[in-house]
């Protein structure tokens, strides 16, 4: 399970603590009780590492910038989260294991194109849809992927019990054969697909990703739309195909295709009428049945907070205030 709270915090409202309570009643917490000593207090990661801060956009018109992370980090020391939880480093990816879920061609872009002018950069991102190149984009590409298998393969392995990876670039728009959306690799799916083809010895056999940006998570849901092990589900802006990433497929009819039909769940907000009621009740009455009947192994979080109210990046700690205009 990758969880977002750290002890300490408290909220009104979290979709997260509904996943805790799912696992705990679930196998998971067992299996994750047996790795630890009994009576021990559970170990929660947290991996931060400056590196991917060298990812950042030449102009100030960028949304996905370095210091979506610095005021994360910054906001939990303040709250005291930091000295509570068990500190991680990012880890690079080794390409083998990105190249599983993207393209030879894509992976060779992202692993030269820091090396490129800053002309060549602006003319290479124009080539895409909402991304930009810095000299600092290849490492940081690959300290993403490789923290969240880092957090992924700790807790899959019972030395943590959740943990949490703050990285940039984002992944959940990273498509097969281009990046997208900000997004330059899928570091979930990438994470994903380690677990369940890389470490069989871990017993990772059912994965359920919950992607609760405001956007659709549309790079993951077509990684994994005919794997039946894992169950993608995403709640999201979608008004009728005219909110970003602006496809058809963020629908609540694209369920999944041959033995995936069934494992794709999107739940589509229209026209900015999505209030705290509606979003509870998404939970409550179509995530946690089904994911009850999956009974996953793990859970994988792709946590972007662009609904939060406010549209803030780093309220990790307010209670949950949907902004209409956003979902």
């Not at 009576?39 to 370095?66: C, F, I, N, S, W």
């Not at 498509?175 to 997004?183: A, I, L, N, R, V």
Request: with cysteine; glycine share 6%; aromatic share 10%.
């Amino acid at each position: 399970l990758i969880r977002l709270a750290a002890p300490g915090f408290r909220f009104r409202f979290h979709p997260e603590f509904r996943l805790r309570s799912l696992l705990r009643r679930r196998r998971m917490a067992a299996a994750a009780g047996t790795a630890r000593q009994a009576g021990a207090a559970p170990r929660v990661g947290l991996l931060y590492d400056q590196r991917m801060l060298a990812h950042a956009p030449a102009g100030k018109k960028e949304k996905e910038t370095p210091e979506r992370l610095r005021a994360i980090w910054r906001k939990l020391a303040a709250e005291g989260v930091t000295s509570r939880c068990v500190g991680m480093r990012a880890k690079v990816a080794k390409e083998k294991y990105i190249a599983s879920v993207h393209a030879r061609k894509h992976v060779d872009l992202i692993r030269k194109i820091s090396s490129k002018d800053s002309s060549d950069l602006k003319k290479t991102a124009k080539k895409f849809d909402s991304v930009y190149f810095s000299k600092g984009s290849s490492e940081s590409a690959f300290l993403a992927a490789g923290s969240v298998i880092e957090v992924a393969e700790k807790v899959a392995a019972g030395e943590l019990s959740s943990a949490i990876a703050l990285v940039r670039p984002p992944g959940h728009h990273a498509e097969h054969s281009k990046p997208m959306g900000f997004c330059l690799f899928n570091n979930v799916a990438i994470a994903a697909n380690y677990l369940l083809n890389e470490r069989p010895d871990l017993g990772i056999n059912k994965i359920l990703i919950v992607d609760w940006d405001v956007h659709h998570g549309n790079g993951t849901q077509n990684m994994f739309y005919s794997d039946p092990r894992v169950l993608f589900f995403s709640v999201h802006r979608y008004d009728y195909g005219r909110f970003y990433p602006y496809e058809a497929d963020a629908s609540h009819v694209f369920i999944g295709d041959e033995t995936g039909r069934g494992y794709n769940i999107n739940v589509p907000w229209e026209h900015a009428k999505c209030g705290d009621a509606d979003y509870v009740a998404a939970w409550d009455h179509v995530l946690l049945p089904v994911a009850e009947a999956f009974d996953p192994d793990i859970i994988l979080l792709s946590a972007g907070f662009d609904a939060e109210h406010g549209v803030i990046i780093w309220v990790i700690a307010a209670s949950l205030q949907m902004d209409m205009h956003c979902y």
